[in-house]
């Protein structure tokens, strides 16, 4: 378990010199957890985001602590962040069933990194004129738990189907 | 002259810089005239060209052709997308002498209303009281912009050299007449257009120097711009957004767009002879920018006023700042609005603002259409790159430059495209 959480940890390293990351015990497990700043570009916001991994069978989780982007938007909420009543949890990928954007194989260094970045891009863009540039699907009110639920549900469904 | 503001510009990386040169051209991008209101206009002109040509008598001879903004590309559409846009055309009749007096002047532009009256496609399109200098014609509207011509008759100022190419004589009403050269400046001011720039050879920037090759009669296209033209074109936009501002005192006199667009081409050739080396258009724009009040010249006067000059390069004669002298708030209101629009392109291009913040302050001050153009420049740059797999990954941000090195991003999808 632990060698797959320190091949993503070492990859960010590797790439993103500013960013601070450890591996810890959570509730149910060991987890990675990593901090950087990202700017999507030079005449954006810096911004410090937080990513969660609990390993295998799990997404990585991604969180911006700073600005906080609720405040920024006066109290509005993007159409695609998960639902949160903290910081923001921006959506980057759709995974159900066999459909899946990310797997454990991607580095998160070269996947859920850029795509934060894009997804502040179109958020800041969104923060323009309200309209969402980046495409993909609504999440809806669920929380990221919630989701997670559904993709964990998806899986066990072809294994039910079998027996 | 150092413009302050542009310390922390200067300062920016060469990919920051093309990257703002970028977001610049794309302010101006949403003021152009289209390709096809451009043919439709080149097309309505003519014929009135071929109709008066048939007239006979002074006028068969008549050529007609766009001067001013839409001669040069560097026409902006009003902030107001309801109003008309004005096009000045001059109409040169060679074997006509020039009026030297105010009702010989009043005569020739009464009978060019006549003579436009009589035809039945035009009858109710001119309008029946003379311009000083032009009659005018509406023309209605193309791809929803309505369009209004100007036609301003000219004649030789020597019966032995009869050409449009020449210098001429534009009647007008309060002064008889008035020496002119509209041809001439035109061509000036493409040929700066056209002047070489020194390119660093690391830079990936090219001009197309050769649109400007030849004798070109008709309207430029204005798809593919030169520097010069974004930096004339974006400076009298901000002029305009800059006038209707209701607590600038110098609204009323403002700049006009022939001294805007005169000292952007003296400072342009100017840079141009430097035989300076560019690594990017940025750094040419801000040259230009700064050096633009260097070609006004000025001369105190015995009774401790200043004369000021802006010549034009056309017609030597001519001094685009001739009221200047007597109206002190002319002279002030320019260096006001330099001021402005030096700080303000500073304070649009300032970093780590926000993509938000900048669309904002692009609004302020360029208007919307200008604010539209940043807006959809910076939706398909990242929506291009993703669906080619190359969003740029850097640790200290998605630079927009072409960055050879880049790391392609997988594809993936905000919560699916299904």
Known sequence: ?163 | MQVQGFKSLRQLSASDKEFCFEMISHITSNLDLTETQLSQLKTAYRAIGSYLANQGGELAECHIYAQGSVGIGTSVKPIDEDSDMDIDLVLHLPSQHYPTTTDEANELLFNLIRVLKDSQRYGDKIENVPKRRCVTLQYGGIEGQGFHMDITPSMPEDMDSPNHKSKVRVADIKDANSPSHPYGYRKWFRSACSKEIRWNRKSNYRSNSDIYAGTVEPLPGQGRKTVLQIVVQLLKRHRDMWKQNKQNVYGDCAPISIIITTLAGLAYEKCSNSNKEYQNPFDLMLDVLEEMPNFISHQYQSNGTVKYTIRNPALPTENFADKWHEKPMLPQAFKAWYTQVTEDLAKLLELDQGLDKTIERSREMFGSQAARGIQAKLANTLTERRAKNRAVVSSIGLGVSNAATATPVPKHNFYGDV
């Open chain 1, 1 to 163: 378990m632990c060698h797959h959480l320190q091949r993503q940890l070492n990859a960010l390293q590797k790439r993103y010199h500013g960013g601070k990351g450890r591996i810890l015990k959570g509730k149910t497990g060991l987890k990675l957890e990593w901090r950087q700043v990202l700017q999507p570009s030079r005449l954006s916001r810096e911004y410090l985001i937080l990513v969660k991994w609990a390993g295998l069978g799990c997404i990585p989780e991604v969180e911006v602590l700073s600005p906080n982007l609720r405040d920024l938007a006066g109290g509005k909420r993007s159409p695609h962040e998960f639902f949160s009543k903290e910081n923001t949890k921006p959506c980057l990928m759709f995974n159900s069933g066999s459909s899946k954007d990310w797997v454990p194989s991607m580095l998160i260094a070269e996947s859920i990194i850029p795509w934060t970045q894009e997804w502040l891009w179109y958020w800041e863009l969104w923060l323009s004129d309200g309209e969402w540039r980046g495409g993909g699907v609504h999440p809806g009110e669920l929380t990221i738990e919630q989701y997670m639920d559904q993709i964990n549900n998806s899986h066990h469904q072809p294994a039910n189907k079998g027996k």
